[in-house]
């Protein structure tokens, strides 16, 4: 009777061991996730771009004829509590409407930049993921877009140079089939000024 008195406490001496042990392993879990969940540093210097901006745009869709020009506006939004932003970008280009909305923020799991891409220019939405270089100036994004004469996806490096949170530029560029890159469009972002009474 002793003995089997002392195998049951030493089993529940084991199990409350172990669910003490069960609880650490789920207090560092949930602190973990809850770090990776907090925006950082990374996120704030996207949110600084928030406001009204000026959007000059350069495009290129033939090599051999001269670039389009064109002149719009963007409007960036900080979203979910800073963890990512909204460039919503409007303008007209030989006299068709354009509009594109790109999500970009951290992921601060996969250590990554990330980017939704959206235009009026087709029904896809493009994904793009990248890092800052070695600058530390420029978010490099790397990601495919599918062809809508050949129907075949085309490599596409997407660069953000942010000079301050006054101005900033992006530059498209997309690989063919035959290795060579062509730069598709540039957008230079010029932050409008506020207006004081």
């Not at 771009?49 to 090599?63: E, F, H, I, V």
């Not at 035959?178 to 469009?185: D, W």
Request: hydrophobic share 40%; proline share 3%.
């Amino acid at each position: 009777m002793l003995a089997y008195f002392l195998v049951s406490h030493a089993l529940i001496l084991l199990t409350e061991c172990q669910d003490q042990q069960d609880a650490r392993r789920e207090l560092q879990a949930t602190k973990s996730w809850q770090e990776t969940a907090r925006p950082d540093q990374r996120h704030h210097d996207l949110t600084e771009l928030a406001g009204q901006w000026r959007a000059d745009l350069t495009l290129w869709t033939n090599p051999a004829l001269p670039a389009t020009e064109a002149s719009g506006n963007a409007k960036i939004e900080s979203l979910l509590g800073g963890r990512f932003i909204e460039i919503e970008m409007d303008a007209v280009i030989n006299t068709v409407e354009f509009r594109s909305i790109l999500i970009l923020g951290f992921d601060s799991l996969r250590e990554v930049y990330s980017a939704s891409v959206m235009d009026t220019t087709s029904t896809s939405q493009n994904h793009f993921t990248g890092q800052l270089n070695k600058t530390g100036r420029t978010i490099v994004l790397r990601g495919e877009v599918m062809d809508p004469l050949t129907a075949l996806p085309l490599k596409v490096r997407i660069e953000f140079y942010i000079f301050d949170k006054n101005k900033f530029e992006t530059t498209t560029f997309l690989e063919l089939a035959t290795g060579q890159e062509l730069k598709a469009v540039h957008v230079d972002y010029a932050r409008y000024a506020i207006e004081t009474e």
